[in-house]
């Protein structure tokens, strides 16, 4: 079955500090991916896509995700995190589905960055 | 918002009402696409659109319909509303499918009392 795994419901970091938030994929083929943020009561915006080439993808407001093929792995990561960087983080798979493609996301990760 | 509207933007309606969602884009991309979030599931699709009048089902299509009679203008409609479809509910379009990112609409706050 193709999914996308979420394995944390919050990261809690420090501003200034380095943040991770995780996210494992698996899908037949190969994999589009994508990271998407979620502020309150907005609807989700696209931060970075990993569609092939260079394993390390840089996105929107200084994000970056590395894409880890023999782990099946796609983590957002961010040198220094903002208090303003707080939200829902969302990971998606694009899956080949009958005759179309389908984004499959993840059950969300909350991202607290405190002062 | 990538000049995609949705509205109600929130509604409350009684179970066993119809209710219909509308979204709009002003971006003249081909593919729609219904979404609900609940906690703990994401985003599940409920259906989407790859052109005018063309509608498949999406994971969660049971107790909704979709109608696309215009490029910019998407409908879900819940044909007998229950409590079970209270949820957020996002649109979103994309120009194509496989490597494309979606962009989302601001969503519909719906509550089935």
């Known amino acids: 079955a193709q999914s996308v795994a979420q394995p944390e419901d919050q990261v809690n970091v420090a501003e200034g500090n380095p943040l991770t938030v995780k996210c494992t994929y698996s899908?037949?083929?190969?994999?589009?991916l994508f990271w998407y943020v979620q502020y309150p009561n907005r609807g989700l915006q696209f931060l970075l896509k990993?569609?092939?080439?260079?394993?390390l993808v840089k996105g929107s407001y200084g994000f970056e995700a590395e894409f880890n093929k023999s782990q099946t792995s796609f983590h957002l990561k961010k040198p220094s995190a903002l208090v303003s960087d707080s939200a829902l983080y969302f990971c998606a798979v694009s899956a080949r589905m009958d005759s179309s493609y389908k984004l499959i996301f993840g059950s969300g990760t909350r991202l607290l960055v405190r002062p | 918002d990538a000049g995609i509207t949705q509205s109600p933007r929130h509604k409350v309606t009684e179970t066993g009402t119809p209710v219909t969602l509308r979204c709009h884009q002003t971006e003249n991309h081909r593919y729609m696409y219904w979404y609900r979030q609940d906690p703990g599931h994401g985003l599940r699709l409920i259906h989407y659109s790859y052109g005018v009048k063309d509608t498949d089902k999406g994971e969660v299509s049971d107790g909704y319909s979709v109608s696309r009679s215009k490029t910019e203008d998407f409908l879900l409609t819940l044909e007998s509303a229950t409590s079970s479809q209270t949820s957020v509910y996002f649109c979103?379009?994309?120009?194509?499918?496989?490597?494309?990112?979606?962009?989302f609409g601001p969503g519909t706050r719906l509550t089935v009392t």
């Open positions: 990993y569609i092939t080439g260079d394993n």
């Open positions: 979103a379009i994309s120009g194509q499918t496989s490597n494309y990112e979606q962009y």
């Open positions: 899908v037949s083929g190969n994999p589009y």
